[in-house]
């Protein structure tokens, strides 16, 4: 049985907040998929992986070529990623379900803290996740480093 975890960003943005968990998935030897909303934004942030430092690459594909199912790290807005990962992480409000915190080694929900939208969303998923009975932690890197300030 999985956990969800939220990382509200206050100091970092995603596209720095998102790399940093991701080599932990890969170093816990987990596939990825990597969910949001939009399309474009996916690409954005496919381009943003594929500009990062050489020593740090993080090995992705963006949903929809040839080889998805290979992918250690896959881009994706549909709840059904084809690379079978052990962990998903949610961006941009993305929905994930009890079920699938359930059936996943970890569920990360990341939301940028400056927007209240997002914010809202959190919560809601938090109640939603919660109320279900998932296992659910929330971090927070206000203070400048990532702390844990709930567990449900």
């Known amino acids: 049985m999985g956990a969800a975890y939220f990382y509200h960003l206050t100091q970092r943005p995603l596209e720095e907040t998102l790399p940093v968990l991701l080599e932990k998935a890969r ?4 596939r990825i998929a990597v969910r949001g ?3 474009d934004r996916l690409a954005w942030l ?8 050489e020593e740090g ?26 690379n079978d990962p052990a962990c998903v992480m ?10 699938e915190v359930n059936a996943l080694e970890r569920v ?3 939301f940028d803290g400056t927007d209240p939208e997002a914010v809202q969303q959190a919560r809601v998923q938090w109640k939603s996740l919660t109320g279900a009975g998932c ?6 890197e206000e203070s400048g480093r990532w702390e ?3 567990e449900s």
């Not at 690459?57 to 080889?67: D, E, N, R, T, V």
């Not at 949610?90 to 079920?99: E, L, N």
């Open 27 to 30: 170093g816990a030897g987990w």
């Open 37 to 39: 909303r939009a399309p």
């Open 46 to 53: 496919d381009d943003r992986l594929w500009l990062g430092p």
């Open 57 to 82: 690459f993080l090995p992705h594909g963006l949903a929809g070529g040839p080889h998805d199912a290979l992918q250690p790290i896959l881009l994706t807005a549909s709840p059904e990623a084809a």
């Open 90 to 99: 949610a961006i941009d409000g993305a929905d994930i379900s009890p079920d």
């Open 108 to 110: 990360c929900i990341l």
């Open 135 to 140: 296992s659910a932690q929330y971090w927070s």
């Open 148 to 150: 844990k300030k709930a």
